[in-house]
T-cell receptor, first 111, second 116 residues
């Protein structure tokens, strides 16, 4: 089955700097790659996603890139703010089939 | 609120007791998923339903766990004879493969289970 690996497990940046989180997946048939943000005591919230027919997608300060050949995808957050501090998860699925998650990255943005 | 709703938010129980959690998905979503999340880990898949049919169960779902979705709307997850290792956040999520955003998975806030 699908295996998703995520790194780093923790990331600390200064406010205003950029943050990059990387994930790899094992199943070449996976074609949908979302990113979730989870704050303490809450469920994961979808922040951006990308499908395998697209190489990059941007939404304001966040962007996701996908390299299908290498089977990896990344989340980029620019101009980080303290409210970006949270745990971020990547995931992969084959369309609407079961989604598998990475282990998470705890991002801390220091003011 | 039209999001995924889970009850209770927190449950504390003694080892050996049975517990039941409820999930109300987004109303038009026909697929409902249960995940388990332990501290410092990502959500791990347990099981999912399409309407009332349970289509897949993970090996993580031992015989003590049972899930139902009798009318294809809300779902319950029951854990019998709880063990300390069952302590975790139990997350419910839903999606609607019938619409144009069929892959998007929406989560509830979870039920935090503590087994003493």
């Amino acid at each position: 089955g699908e295996n998703v690996e995520q790194h780093p497990s923790t990331l600390s940046v200064q406010e205003g700097d950029s943050a990059v989180i990387k994930c790899t997946y094992s199943d070449s048939a996976s074609n949908y790659f979302p990113w979730y943000k989870q704050e303490l005591g809450k469920g994961p919230q979808l922040i951006i996603d990308i499908r395998s027919n697209v190489g990059e997608k941007k939404d304001q300060r966040i962007a996701v890139t996908l390299n299908k050949t290498a089977k990896h995808f990344s989340l980029h957050i620019t101009e980080t703010q303290p409210e970006d501090s949270a745990v971020y998860f990547c995931a992969a699925s084959k369309g609407p089939l079961v989604m598998r998650f990475g282990a998470g990255t705890r991002l801390t943005v220091k003011p | 609120d039209t999001g995924v709703s889970q009850n209770p938010r927190h449950k504390i129980t003694k080892r050996g007791q049975n517990v039941t959690f409820r999930c109300d998905p987004i109303s038009e979503h026909n697929r409902l998923y249960w995940y388990r999340q332990t501290l410092g880990q990502g959500p791990e898949f347990l099981t999912y339903f399409q309407n009332e049919a349970q289509l897949e169960k993970s090996r993580l779902l031992s015989d003590r766990f049972s899930a139902e979705r009798p009318k294809g709307s809300f779902s319950t997850l029951e854990i019998q004879r709880t063990e300390q290792g069952d302590s975790a956040m139990y997350l419910c999520a839903s999606r609607n493969p019938a619409d144009g955003t069929n892959e998007k998975l929406f989560f509830g806030s979870g039920t935090q289970l503590s087994v003493l």
